[in-house]
């Protein structure tokens, strides 16, 4: 089992950068491919941004160029890094893993979910 927990969310303005971390334990998670899913009032979860175990990333079109997803094995930690905020990015943002995700970008595919952390950008 992992146990996954988000942290870094807030309230902050349009156009500043805001870092989410997810801590894992149970497991290490250098096996895991992980991933950022994130879920606004009345719309579904919708892909974020993943990261193999190799470090090989994938991005939403929505965020590619202002959000940048890490890892860091030795802290089990998986990190999002979101630049240029848009209050359209407001949402829960929850983190996600799994061994072998069948399609990264894809919720079905992983086991293990953290509680999410509220992101409200306003402009």
């Known amino acids: 089992q992992v146990q996954l927990v988000e942290t870094g969310g807030g309230l902050v303005q349009a156009g500043v950068s805001l870092r989410l971390s997810c801590a894992a334990s149970?497991?290490?998670?250098?096996?895991?491919?992980l991933a950022w899913f994130r879920q606004a009032p009345g719309k579904e979860r919708e892909f974020v941004a993943s990261?193999?175990?190799?470090?090989?990333?994938t991005y939403a079109d929505s965020v590619k160029g202002r959000f940048t997803i890490s890892r860091d094995n030795a802290k089990n930690t998986v990190y999002l890094q979101m630049s240029s905020l848009k209050p359209e990015d407001t949402a829960v943002y929850y983190c996600?893993?799994?061994?072998?995700?069948?399609?990264?970008?894809?919720?079905?595919?992983?086991?293990?979910w953290g509680q999410g952390t509220q992101v409200t950008v306003s402009s």
């Open positions: 996600a893993a799994d061994s072998r995700p069948t399609k990264y970008d894809d919720s079905r595919s992983y086991d293990y």
């Open positions: 149970g497991r290490t998670i250098s096996g895991y491919a």
């Open positions: 990261i193999g175990w190799s470090g090989g990333s």
